[in-house]
């Protein structure tokens, strides 16, 4: 399988491509994501902005490498667009708008090639989490693994916790790296480098 250039600090998503069977070399963007302030009201669009943000930050990869992948992940509760919280109050806020009911997670991925080519797409899945003891969310909350989430959440590690969450989808979806559109997307580009 080919080397990829993966924009994001992200142990999620380097270990997503990693399981798929690719070499991924970690190149996150000089300039954090979390820290901008981008006022765009659809979800679809913020997520697709940033994911070329990122990866035009990166830029194309090198004759070594198929291509550069960014993504960008938000949920969404209410129609409010929530990202990665910059505090445990925020944290706990985020969280505690989605016990006990559903809300929609979006990621975006912008994928460039050495020839200059770009391509943005995404997906949406359905997260329901259910009620949660106030001493289980408060223990959460002080380990700090919300830190660097969207929605201060991941879905698998909450599973593997034994929280109560359910996903209608793309799990990877979830998780920021949308696989089911992403891995055979990537696997026509391989064939067609082969090629070339």
């Not at 999620?12 to 399981?19: E, F, T, V």
């Not at 070329?52 to 993504?71: C, R």
């Not at 209608?168 to 070339?196: I, K, N, Q, Y």
């Amino acid at each position: 399988m080919s080397s990829l250039i993966l924009a994001s600090a992200s142990p999620r998503r380097r270990g997503l491509l990693q399981a798929e069977g690719w070499s991924v070399l970690s190149r996150p963007p000089v300039i954090d994501d979390g820290l901008l302030d981008v006022e765009i009201d659809s979800p679809w669009n913020l997520v697709m902005a940033l994911a070329w943000f990122k990866a035009a930050q990166v830029g194309p990869p090198g004759a070594s490498e198929l291509v550069t992948i960014a993504a960008d992940t938000v949920c969404v509760v209410d129609g409010g667009v929530l990202g990665k919280p910059h505090s445990r109050r925020e944290a706990a806020t985020m969280l505690k708008s989605m016990l006990g009911r559903s809300h929609h997670t979006y990621s975006g991925v912008c994928v460039l090639d050495r020839k200059g080519s770009r391509w943005l797409f995404g997906d949406r899945a359905r997260v329901t989490m259910s009620e949660i003891p106030s001493t289980e969310l408060d223990a959460y909350l002080d380990s700090e693994e919300w830190k660097g989430k969207a929605g201060g959440y991941n879905l698998v590690d909450r599973q593997e916790a034994g929280w109560p969450v359910a996903c209608e989808g793309d799990p990877s979806t979830v998780m920021g790296l949308p696989l089911r559109t992403l891995v055979p997307f990537l696997r026509r580009l391989e064939e067609r480098a082969r090629h070339d």
